[in-house]
T-cell receptor, first 111, second 112 residues
Framework: DAKTTQPPSMDCAEGRAANLPCNHS???????VYWYRQIHSQGPQYIIH???NNETNEMASLIITEDRKSSTLILPHATLRDTAVYYC????????????FGTGTRLTIIP | NAGVTQTPKFQVLKTGQSMTLQCAQD?????MSWYRQDPGMGLRLIHY???????DQGEVPNGYNVSRSTTEDFPLRLLSAAPSQTSVYFC???????????FGPGTRLTVT
C-alpha cells in the first residue's frame, strides 16, 4: 500500500470548513483513498473514500487531484465534536486486510 | 444493530497469564480483524479472517492466536501475556473487501 503524508496538527474555528490535506505521491492506479478519524480513545470511524472522482457524503467531502497524488478532506461546518485524529490511508480493494494507519493529523476545533 | 462489540473494556494481567479478548458483530460481515494501538502510533494488524473457518496473520501476530468458528465472533487469545503486549486492542469488521471497516470501542490491556 502507498505511503501517505499528513501534517501532524491543525486548528480550525468552530463553524468554519476544515480542510485536511494528504499527500500520496506513490499511489497506484488501483488504490483508493480512505479517510478515518479517531476521537479520543475510541475506535476509528470511517468517513469517506474515493478512487479518482470527488466524493461527498453526510459527513464530509473528498477532493482528489487529477494526478491522484494528493487529496483533501473537507468538513464543511466543523463542530467541537469533530476534534479528533484524522487518518488518510491508501489501499487497493483486494488482497490482505492490512490497513496501514500512519500518525494522522490531530485536528482541534476552536470554540 | 449493536455493530462491533468488544469485552472487556479494561483488563490488567500479570506476566505469563493468558486471556481471551472477545469480539462480536451483528452485521453479518465476512471480514474481521484485530489491531493493536500503542501510544502515539497508528494501528497495527495482528490477525484477520475473511470468513468462518479462515484466519491469517497480520504484521504483528506473535503471542496471539485467533479462531473463527462463527461469522459473528472473532476472539483473540493471548497465550502468555508479556509487558510488551500492553496496548489498546481494536476489533473491526467489514462486509467484504470492497467496503469500509467498522471498529469496536477497544479493550485497554495492561500487563504488569
Amino acid at each position: 500500500d502507498a505511503k501517505t503524508t499528513q501534517p501532524p496538527s491543525m486548528d480550525c474555528a468552530e463553524g468554519r470548513a476544515a480542510n485536511l490535506p494528504c499527500n500520496h505521491s506513490t499511489i497506484s492506479g488501483n488504490e483508493y483513498v480512505y479517510w478515518y478519524r479517531q476521537i479520543h480513545s475510541q475506535g476509528p470511524q470511517y468517513i469517506i473514500h474515493g478512487l479518482k472522482n470527488n466524493e461527498t457524503n453526510e459527513m464530509a467531502s473528498l477532493i482528489i487531484t487529477e494526478d491522484r497524488k494528493s487529496s483533501t478532506l473537507i468538513l464543511p461546518h466543523a463542530t467541537l465534536r469533530d476534534t479528533a485524529v484524522y487518518y488518510c490511508i491508501v489501499r487497493a480493494n483486494f488482497g490482505n486486510e492490512k490497513l496501514t494507519f500512519g500518525t494522522g493529523t490531530r485536528l482541534t476545533i476552536i470554540p | 444493530n449493536a455493530g462491533v462489540t468488544q469485552t472487556p473494556k479494561f483488563q490488567v494481567l500479570k506476566t505469563g497469564q493468558s486471556m481471551t479478548l472477545q469480539c462480536a458483530q451483528d452485521m453479518n460481515h465476512e471480514y474481521m480483524s484485530w489491531y493493536r494501538q500503542d501510544p502515539g502510533m497508528g494501528l497495527r494488524l495482528i490477525h484477520y479472517s475473511v470468513g468462518a473457518g479462515i484466519t491469517d496473520q497480520g504484521e504483528v501476530p506473535n503471542g496471539y492466536n485467533v479462531s473463527r468458528s462463527t461469522t459473528e465472533d472473532f476472539p483473540l487469545r493471548l497465550l502468555s501475556a508479556a509487558p510488551s503486549q500492553t496496548s489498546v486492542y481494536f476489533c473491526a469488521s467489514r462486509r467484504d473487501k470492497h467496503y469500509e471497516q467498522y471498529f469496536g470501542p477497544g479493550t485497554r490491556l495492561t500487563v504488569t
